[in-house]
């Protein structure tokens, strides 16, 4: 690996100048300004050549033993020895980032957030930190970036990364949490290398995951590099897939809401007042005055499910009716039922009452 490349610099480059090419190639290629694989990839290519060239005696061993001799230790009688066992890199390269800063935010608007064995998943209160989301269907939380993990040499020289694949697990919410939002906790335990950048430890992390009015089932929540370190694989990413708890009384289909309830002959010919206990515990009463008949629906506008990219706005709510037929009329109630249908009210009758 050529380091002097990596910075865009020779071998005759000053301190500063090493300085000044890190901060020009991680301001261009940190993920917050450039969100692509391959920037990530840079990104931490850059934070690894100025680990090794901005300290005297790193630089110097590379300098000499080139990256081999680096990695594996300076050469003495014995062999490789006598450089603490060699360099492997495993810092996180946003420390290094905001270690050059001194802890200052470069971008006006930069918002870094602070294959699990064990996953716990708890309810916690709403206060708690929010987490910065973008997007729908597939939402990013957090930005945490390892070290030089996975990377791998093609034949032009050039180290790229091999990957895990996602870890993917379902996360079951009630459609109460769906339609008010919610914030879920979630404990995994992890594999994280250790500082001899090979053996590995146990890492017990709490995850928090911020659920947004209106969030659909599938909806993907990816926390990035978060599986497992090894030193040779990229972490791969955590995916929580969101699964829909069935609803005692509700059904949802898209952005709208279904609610069924029986009613009498009586009512469906007369009217009636249908009372609903909604999903965030109003009591909303809906008059049906039209005659229900077989497959009849009362929709009630901006009563369904909270519209994720526009929360201000929701869906509808349908009401669908089964019929309750009497078992029995006695001669007398068939008389007059049949008197009633059998004097129809004129268009004059009609507009009198």
Not at 111 to 132: R, S
Not at 137 to 147: A, D, I, L, Q
Not at 282 to 304: D, M, S
Not at 310 to 328: A, D, M, Q, W
Request: proline share 5%.
């Amino acid at each position: 690996m050529d380091y002097y490349k990596i910075l865009k610099l020779d071998k005759s480059c000053t301190d500063d100048t090493i300085k000044s090419a890190y901060r020009k190639l991680a301001l261009k290629y940190h993920p917050d300004k450039n969100q692509t694989l391959e920037a990530q990839e840079n990104f931490t290519l850059i934070a690894e050549a100025y680990d090794v060239l901005s300290d005297p005696q790193k630089r110097a061993v590379y300098d000499n033993y080139g990256y081999d001799g680096l990695k594996r230790g300076v050469p003495g009688r014995d062999g490789y020895e006598g450089y603490h066992g060699g360099y492997c890199f495993h810092k996180d390269a946003n420390k290094i980032f905001y270690d050059f800063f001194g802890g200052d935010n470069p971008f006006s608007d930069f918002f870094i957030p602070d294959k699990g064995d064990k996953w716990n998943t708890e309810n916690i209160d709403e206060n708690e930190k929010d987490i910065n989301e973008n997007g729908i269907e597939k939402v990013m939380f957090g930005r945490k970036f390892g070290g030089l993990h996975g990377m791998k040499k093609t034949m032009n020289g050039i180290m790229k990364i091999k990957k895990n694949p996602p870890l993917e697990k379902e996360l079951e919410i009630t459609l109460e949490q769906l339609y008010n939002g919610a914030i879920k906790c979630v404990k995994i335990e992890r594999k994280i290398l250790n500082e001899d950048g090979m053996t590995t430890s146990l890492e017990t992390k709490k995850l928090t995951i911020n659920i947004k009015k209106g969030y659909k089932e599938g909806t993907k929540i990816i926390f990035p590099n978060l599986g497992d370190q090894s030193p040779d694989t990229f972490p791969a990413d955590i995916v929580f897939i969101l699964k829909e708890k069935p609803h005692e009384i509700f059904k949802r289909k898209g952005n709208d809401l279904y609610y069924h309830v029986n009613v009498s002959l009586l009512k469906a010919l007369t009217g009636t007042v249908v009372e609903i206990k909604t999903l965030d515990n109003r009591l909303l009463r809906v008059p049906v005055n039209e005659i229900i008949c077989p497959n009849y629906k009362k929709e009630v506008p901006n009563e369904g499910m909270p519209i994720s990219k526009t929360p201000n706005k929701k869906g509808s709510l349908f009401i669908t009716f089964t019929l309750e037929f009497p078992t029995y009329f006695s001669e007398n109630q068939k008389s007059l039922i049949k008197q009633a249908f059998e004097n129809k009210p004129n268009k004059t009758q009609t507009a009198q009452e």
